[in-house]
């Protein structure tokens, strides 16, 4: 088979894969000229069972990716095994620290069959099954901590060096939190407000009460222990601090 069918026939089995699965998927393909971008992708498989061991004899050539509107990823790619149909492969969170994979299990891919519907069901099944808990896992502890907020409660919590953190649940939080003075982090999604005007900060945490009251969205403050949080700050009242399972990575 030619290259060109190849590649029609991969990016065509996405597009009814990712139409399958369930909640919103879309498909993109990419072709054998973008090796960054398949380079970046093949680092970011994880996966260390079937799909590792045939990208260790067969690197990565092409690809189809399935993403989900809240940044989950699928990556479709060539068997090698003379038979019909794909492999398939969860994508690890990209720019998380090595630190939040630790003791998550790897949610390793799958064989499918040449028939997309079926294998919409076996993804479904298995895949997307295990791939949704490891998200879980991994993005809980990125927070290093930090207690995640719901969307009707936003949780902020004190850190050593004086600044307060958090992990708002929507976009109507965040807004809020970036309208007096936190900056989201990058690689984490945590929002940090510094500490380094403390009068600043007191009153920055004062005005966000209202202003998310009014959205239906509580506010809560989390003390480390050991720490006593500034007294012209702490007009949210505290909640116990959640434990916390140390984290090893595999991937």
Known sequence: MHDHDTSERLAS?????????????????????????????????????????????????QA???????????????????????????VAPHALPDEAFRGVPEPNGIALADDPFLSAEQVTGDLLARYDSALTQVRHNALGGIQPSQPDRVVLTWQPDGSVATAPADDRASAVLMAHGFVQDPQSGIYRLSGDDTRAQARALREIGPRLDALGIGTALQHPAGRTAPTAAASVPPVPAGPRTPATRSR
Request: overall charge negative; hydrophobic content about 45%; proline content about 4%.
């Open 64 to 90: 189809a990716v399935l993403s989900r509107q809240d940044g989950a990823q699928l990556v479709l790619l060539d068997r090698h095994d003379e038979r019909d149909g794909f492999l398939i492969a969860a």
């Open 13 to 61: 089995y996405a597009d009814v894969l990712a139409g399958e699965l369930p909640d919103s998927w879309t498909s993109s393909h990419l072709p054998a000229d973008a090796k960054d971008d398949l380079a970046e992708l093949a680092d970011r498989i994880w996966d260390l069972d079937l799909v590792a061991a045939s990208l260790a004899e067969h690197p990565l050539q």
